[in-house]
């Protein structure tokens, strides 16, 4: 720190400005190169994830497309080995045209269980070039170069896994879809994956399958197409197989060896890691984006990979990165330049500022700052010329000044000695004015106590009758309170006999509706009667019909029995209403005589009433008489202390006599104290100005 503060102010400036430009345009290049790597990143991902998706939709859409034609020929061939539509010729022809039609199948077969299709096996043995010795139908169509080619299946019994193709749709029932196996076909060794249908009556019985092969070869071609901004695509199987590889073709054979880097982004990409970075075998990052690709019907999902080299998405970042660094060097140069040259020039002006202010330090006021502009500097150089006018013209009025304050000094001097001695009679004066004073208030004092006791024996006979004013009032309130809620007590017991007199009203009401119910469900008995003899007579009448009234019979026989329910239920109303008669009957007079008892209570408390109201009358008297008794103490007791108060007066008057008289005396010291230092002031004042004279000489003006 000791450095930086010794060092020059040019130096400084420059040392800040280069700090805070360096950092600026670091975070400036920082912040931007920043937010390119971030795009360039999101830029490959895209481009990669887009690949991948593309490759993924259009490898689906073959492989649908295939499965689609599948379905198809499944529902032909069952229909022909059931029906008879077809002979094998003309299955093995219908092979042959959907062969055609899609060039991305290798070849289309089916393959039946002894007998299962026609069965004419035995007269198909050996045949025709699709048939074997078993003769069952196993046609295979597969391209041979520009030309077809037919053979039948081969391996499709025993537990290999050039088996599998036929074994497992049989044992599973469901579509399977192969992983990458060697078929010798042809008469040469072709690395096929297989998608194969399951043929299954209406029993769900197994009669066959039917399927398609495509080759790793062609796999190969179309991955090795797809080419994601300079990177590669892959083909990767659900048991972690290479089908096809854009960069690396080798990794595609049945028996490849794969390194431990590629088995590792094998198992990511089969854990459904859809995008990450990762090394392989040659070394250098690169982003995967993986894009599962599901057979319909089928549990297994294959993984189309787009690969994309970190180095590749990061390009635009480098050349960005290369481009800020030049900018950014050739803007602190010239930063540095125009910086060097405000450095200077600020220097140079602080300089002259500097040269002034030395002058002036040492009584030179006669100096002139020039003036070359407008700007900050020039406008200080007009304000230090002002100061210097300023400062020339107050150091003339002030010497001026100076010796009138000298001639005035020895004139307050001689004025300071004469108030001196007018001050020593007043304080005599004051001291005989305080001792008179202080008599006078011992005086008072003692009056001031006889008639504080006197006020304080009526103030207490005051108190008193006020006590006894507040607790009679007290005593009327709660009579007043009490007889108010005696009359609330009187309104509650009517209105509780009026509502008993209804509730009474309304229970005969309602005896009276419950004999009516009576009556009702006497008439419901009488209607279940004769509907039970006339469900009677139509049961007669339906046994006399025969066969043909059976069922009105039935019907006779259960409108008896609603009618036996109606009457039961109708007699058990009837128990129910008079058992409620009787509960009513109890209720009524229960109710009446607590009418009566309400009536008597209403009687006694009116009685209450009236005596509440005597009492409170009563002790109304009393209360007014003691309210007169209470305003005549109060009356004693306020012209008590008007002469109190009066009393209390002359005392505070007596006490500022003599606080007045003593502060005369006081301040007739005080006076006499700052009269001799006035005295003393005055020389001093006389001394300092000659002292002034002296340094004002020392200036130039």
């Known amino acids: 720190m000791s450095f930086f503060r010794n060092t020059k102010l040019a130096v400084k400036l420059g040392l800040l400005l280069g700090l805070v430009l360096l950092c600026s345009i670091g975070a400036l ?47 032909t061939l069952l229909d022909a080995s059931k029906n008879g539509t077809l002979s094998r010729q003309d299955i093995v022809r219908l092979l042959e045209e959907y062969l055609k039609k899609d060039e991305k199948v290798f070849g289309f077969y089916t393959g039946w269980e002894p007998n299962a299709f026609d069965g004419k096996d ?262 230090m010329n002002d100061m210097m006018n300023t400062l020339r013209h107050t150091i003339s009025v002030i010497s001026e000044h100076a010796l009138s304050v000298g001639s005035t000094s020895q004139q307050l001097t001689a004025g300071a000695e004469d108030t001196s001695k007018a001050a020593e009679q007043m304080a005599l004066i004051g001291m005989e004015v305080a001792n008179k004073a202080e008599k006078q208030v011992q005086e008072l004092l003692h009056s001031s106590r006889s008639m504080n006791e006197i006020s304080t024996g009526i103030g207490r006979i005051a108190e008193a009758a006020a006590e006894v004013s507040s607790t009679s009032k007290s005593v009327t309130e709660r009579t007043s309170y009490g007889t108010d809620k005696m009359q609330a007590a009187i309104h509650m017991v009517e209105s509780a006999n009026t509502s008993v007199q209804s509730s009474m009203t309304a229970l005969e009401q309602f005896k009276k509706r419950s004999e009516e119910i009576g009556h009702i469900t006497g008439m419901i008995t009488e209607v279940s009667r004769q509907t039970n003899l006339l469900a009677l007579n139509a049961s007669i009448e339906a046994s006399r019909a025969g066969e043909h009234g059976r069922g009105f019979g039935v019907v006779a026989a259960e409108i008896r029995n609603l009618a036996e329910q109606s009457r039961q239920s109708a007699a058990d109303i009837a128990a129910l209403i008079q058992s409620v008669q009787q509960e009513i009957s109890a209720i009524v007079e229960n109710m009446q005589k607590g009418s009566t008892e309400v009536t008597h209570i209403a009687d006694v408390m009116n009685e209450s009433g009236e005596l509440f109201s005597s009492i409170s009358s009563q002790i109304a008297d009393v209360n007014q008489q003691i309210a007169q008794v209470s305003t005549i103490a109060k009356q004693m007791s306020g012209e008590s202390r008007q002469v109190d108060s009066s009393l209390e007066q002359l005392k505070t008057i007596g006490l500022e006599t003599a606080a007045h008289a003593s502060q005369v005396a006081s301040a007739s010291e005080k006076q006499l104290a700052s009269m001799e230092e006035i005295t003393a002031a005055s020389a001093s004042l006389a001394h300092l100005t000659q002292e002034l004279l002296e340094l004002i000489q020392r200036f130039r003006t």
């Open 29 to 75: 290049i920082a912040f931007n190169t920043k937010a390119i790597y971030d795009k360039s990143l999101q830029y490959g991902e895209a481009v990669a994830e887009h690949s991948a998706s593309a490759a993924t939709s259009e490898f689906m859409t073959d492989v649908n497309q295939v499965k689609n034609t599948l379905d198809s020929l499944s529902t």
């Open 122 to 383: 035995a007269e198909h043995v050996n045949k025709d070039k699709y048939d074997d010795e078993t003769g069952r139908f196993i046609p295979y169509v597969i391209r041979d170069g520009s030309s077809l080619h037919f053979e039948p299946l081969t391996t499709y019994e025993g537990n290999s896994e050039t088996s599998k193709y036929y074994q497992q749709p049989k044992a599973t029932k469901t579509i399977y879809w192969s992983e990458p196996t060697t078929y010798k076909v042809a008469g040469k060794e072709t690395l096929l994956v297989s998608i194969v249908l399951p043929l299954l009556d209406e029993n769900n019985t197994f009669l066959g399958i039917v399927g398609a092969d495509f080759t790793i070869e062609g796999f190969q071609q179309n991955i090795g197409s797809l080419n994601p901004d300079q990177g590669y695509a892959m083909l990767i199987t659900s048991e972690g197989h290479v089908a096809a590889h854009g960069s690396r073709p080798e990794l595609t054979k049945e028996n490849a060896e794969l390194s431990s880097s590629t088995q590792a982004l094998i198992q990511r990409i089969q854990s459904n890691d859809t995008g990450f970075y990762t090394a392989v075998d040659n070394g250098k990052t690169e982003l995967f984006i993986a894009e599962p690709a599901k057979l319909q019907g089928s549990d297994s999902s294959w993984h189309l990979v787009s690969a994309l080299p970190k180095s590749v998405i990061l390009q635009p970042f480098y050349d960005s990165l290369k481009w800020s660094v030049l900018i950014a060097i050739l803007a602190v140069l010239l930063l540095a330049s125009v910086v060097a040259y405000t450095i200077i020039s600020i220097v140079k002006q602080l300089n002259r500022v500097n040269v002034v202010a030395g002058q002036l330090a040492h009584g030179d006021l006669t100096q002139k700052l020039p003036v070359k502009s407008k700007d900050e500097f020039g406008v200080m150089a007009i304000h």
